[in-house]
């Protein structure tokens, strides 16, 4: 890997297909891309939130030729995933997007111990699948049409790492992470990119419902965050791919995590993560030293909130 970065992506004229692109960070880029003169085709489940959507879409409108779509589709399995890239593609002569954006996905945090197997199954189906089968469709086709794109996962700084409250949904942001560093070598193949997406948290509408469900203790650890708006991550989202990041990230925290986690993924630069290797190295054993500590603070008031749900004895 050079220094600095090597590429420069540029949406204008190309198609770009937005799952989850009805509301937050899904509609944010779709509104961001069309203002960049981009065609833009969005999938989400509500009828009614894709075409308030798409209103907002085509207020953003830069020439008359910029095509823009909408599809109500189901992403958990791969039957939706085909028929939504059917109907997004018919318009463009069956051609696959130029770049696909995967950002449909759900958090419900709560305690391991008080989920059901359904929050469990879904917390995969929402955060994982509607990903991966899309990717797979999306994949299948670019290698059948000789096609090169780029495909963009978005998971989350609980890709990186994890704590308490999150066990229905960090680790299917841990598999999208794997999916996409796997994919990332695999599709050097067929000359597709593959780009990966940790945001922090952002004010979304997702956001307002994790809180209703969101543990105590989770929120105490998370208190010293700040929020983004969609907008912004979008725009650090096109940054990172504009610049040819592998992983992309829109925080100082997420950086932190995704140095000390790299694994495989290549560098930013050389010169600039290996600094970040050297705070992570130690930020984020503090990071974890506090954050065990407010966990066993917490136990006394957790036994009581168990005990008042008839969870223990």
Not at 76 to 95: P, Q
Not at 283 to 312: C, F, N
């Amino acid at each position: 890997m050079p220094f600095w970065s090597k590429e420069s992506w540029n949406a204008s004229g190309k198609h770009c297909y937005v799952t989850g692109g009805s509301s937050g960070l899904g509609l944010a880029l779709a509104t961001t891309l069309a203002a960049r003169g981009a065609h833009v085709s969005i999938v989400a489940r509500g009828q009614q939130r894709l075409d308030d959507a798409m209103k907002q879409i085509e207020a953003k409108r830069q020439s008359p030729d910029q095509i823009f779509r909408s599809f109500s589709a189901d992403l958990r399995g791969a039957a939706g995933a085909n028929a939504a890239l059917d109907a997004i593609t018919e318009v463009h002569d069956g051609r696959t997007p130029d770049a696909i954006f995967l950002c449909a996905g759900v958090a419900t945090p709560r305690f391991f111990v008080e989920s059901t197997e359904q929050d469990l199954a879904s917390g995969m189906d929402l955060g994982y699948w509607t990903e991966a089968w899309t990717a797979w469709a999306v994949t299948k086709r670019m290698v059948e049409q000789g096609r090169k794109g780029k495909i963009v996962f978005v998971a989350s700084t609980l890709g990186y790492m994890s704590f308490v409250g999150w066990s229905s949904y960090s680790p299917a942001r841990h598999a999208v992470r794997g999916l996409a560093d796997t994919l990332r070598s695999e599709l050097l193949l067929y000359d597709i990119d593959v780009h990966l997406f940790c945001p922090n948290t952002m004010h979304t509408p997702g956001y307002v419902e994790e809180n209703r469900t969101k543990p105590q203790i989770t929120s105490l650890i998370e208190e010293g965050d700040s929020p983004v708006s969609p907008e912004q991550a979008a725009t650090a989202l096109l940054k990172g791919v504009a610049d040819g990041h592998t992983h992309i990230s829109g925080d100082m925290v997420t950086e932190l995590f995704r140095a000390a986690t790299r694994g495989s993924a290549p560098y930013h630069n050389f010169v600039y993560d290996c600094i970040l290797d050297t705070a992570a190295f130690i930020a984020t054993p503090i990071w974890r030293s506090m954050t065990d500590s407010r966990v066993r603070a917490h136990k006394p008031e957790h036994a009581r909130y168990l005990r008042e749900r008839g969870l223990q004895k």
